[in-house]
């Protein structure tokens, strides 16, 4: 509609020139102004769609790309990264890109539009002031690309400030029971504080420049207007410009003025959208992962040897020299002081953290002949962050598992696990809605839930940390009884707090002290 209502008003300086040079508008006159407001109509609905198509397919593409690509990226660079500053990319980052194709580029084509036919008209009607206007303009340009250049940056800044403090308002939230409990408000206004101070310092800087700027800006157009007026009226006094003309002339002059203006704006849109970009760019050119194939392992592991591991972390020794032979049939309790790296052990284990030392085989077979696809792929891991997806419970049951399963086979593996009672409990079932926060599930129902999908996954080596530690005495027997379950076919590693051997009906339980190693 924008367009249309500037088209519109490119006509009437037109109509009111002729009129106060006394010349009526003729028929063919008329019917051009018909055909090209008709022709405006049709062009404003088709170009809006248009626009609207293109922008939507880029932000649909831009995030289907980023998104590919940060799931493939290495598990250290999703420690570096907080979920909320990448968060920040794909749907902020994205969105300032996509304002520029769509919404903004619509404005800056309208104002395009009017400007470009507005110097049409203004040099129909006066060839020697258009050309001293075209030649003034450039001097307004000269001004207007520092200011894009800076807002490039400032806005870069504004952007990770912003992320940051997404971030710290996420977390804050999730623990807000913390905060409560320790009463530590006045910690969390001290940095609530300082975040938001640092946002406003780059803002206030974006408008230190914007107000240095802009006088300038508008000092170069009043010049402008000024000599042109001036111009004018000398040749209005010497008959070489009618007044009909130099009305007509000055009105289409102003109908530049805010068009020009909001197009150096759109400069500093477009520069906001390549800060995004960059943003975006980091992302894209992290090396990702390669999930290809190597061998035809045949998923069916009798042993796995550790052989001189070694792990540092800021210059600390956390895993010192273990070397374990671990077979199927076996379950390993690992204990230890916490921080003695039981968990890395596990994070090494599962391909997640590759920066150690040392070999670790699979049947003789080292692990650098597998891809880290292969490799992963032989692992069911049940970290301590509960792993618990957005969905219902049937699909968190079911993720990562790629043959058909049965109704029958999950809720045999929901009986394994004690969990089949409480599901079926739940208002839709299997159907249920649940995400990390679910205040429907405790925390004992996530563990076994993040566990039966375990048993699910029939993984040929297990991976447990802390899995029993938040369920009680009756789920606790059952979870053990999975346990050895799985155990029959896999090698299973449960990092623990406790080890009775009481707990297991079986001989096959080992322990593995981590003070040993330490």
Known sequence: MSLIGTSFSLYIPLIIRNALNKSSLSTDKIVIIIICFGLTLIFSGVSTYILGYI??????????????????????????????????????????????????????????????????????????????????LPILIIVILPIGNIMKRVSSKSQEATAKLSSYYSNRLSTIKLIKTLSTYNIEKIKNYTLLKNIFDIELHKIKVLSFFEPIMNLILFINIFGILFLGYYLMENNMMKSGDMFAYVLYLFQIINPIVSITSYWTEVQRAIGSSDRILKINKEPEEVLTIKTTYNNFVQKMEINDLNFRKDNKQIINSISLDLHKGYIYNIIGESGCGKSTLLNILAGLNTEYTGNICLDKLDKSQFSKYEWRNLFSYITQDLQILEDTVYNNLIYGINENISIEEIQNACKKTNSLNFIQNLKNGFSTSISPDSINLSIGQKQRLVLTRAFLQKKPIILLDEVTSNLDKESHKYIVKSIESLAQSSIVLNVTHRHDKNDFSNSKVKLIDFRQFN
Do not use: P
């Open 55 to 136: 922008g939507q397919k880029i932000i649909q593409n831009i995030r289907s790309v980023t998104w590919n690509k940060v799931i493939k990226l290495s598990y250290s660079f999703h420690l570096k990264n907080s979920a909320s500053n990448l968060t920040s990319r794909l749907v902020n980052d994205t969105m300032n890109i996509t304002r520029v194709f769509s919404e903004e580029l619509s404005t800056f084509l309208t104002n395009l539009f009017s400007v470009i036919v507005s110097l049409i008209f203004l040099y129909i009607i006066n060839k020697t002031l258009t050309l001293y206007l075209v030649c003034t």
